[in-house]
């Protein structure tokens, strides 16, 4: 069983930044590839961006590439998804998942589809301004 708390959403304006952080609880961090997904009301989740267990694969949304970065800390049992140059549009409740991919790398397709993903979190709300 693996627990995810997210933080660090909140209201910011147009062009601003956001650091999110996902901490997981459990002993087995190393063996899931982590993923960040968001959604508004009335609209499936969608991908955001994924990292492997080892950080050697990294994916992201065709909307978020070069403003978004993910990555992780296996000491802190965290992965981070630092927001730059956000955008009204980008306004969403923000989820972190966990696929159990151990000690493999994750296609762009399963990094993407949701079914992958084991474990989500509660989210966290970001809200940008114009």
């Known amino acids: 069983q693996v627990q995810l708390v997210e933080s660090g959403g909140g209201l910011v304006q147009a062009g601003g930044s956001l650091r999110l952080s996902c901490t997981a609880s459990g002993r087995t961090f190393n063996s899931y590839a982590m993923g960040w997904f968001r959604q508004v009301p009335g609209k499936e989740r969608e991908f955001v961006a994924a990292m492997s267990w080892n950080g050697r694969d990294t994916y992201y949304a065709d909307f978020v590439k070069g403003r978004f970065t993910i990555s992780r800390d296996h000491a802190k049992n965290t992965v981070y998804l630092q927001m730059n140059s956000l955008k009204p549009e980008d306004t969403a409740v923000y989820l972190c998942?966990?696929?159990?991919?151990?000690?493999?790398?994750?296609?762009?397709?399963?990094?993407?589809?949701?079914?992958?993903?084991?474990?989500w979190g509660q989210g966290t709300q970001v809200t940008v301004s114009s």
């Open positions: 998942a966990a696929a159990f991919f151990p000690f493999a790398s994750i296609t762009p397709a399963q990094a993407m589809d949701v079914q992958s993903y084991s474990y």
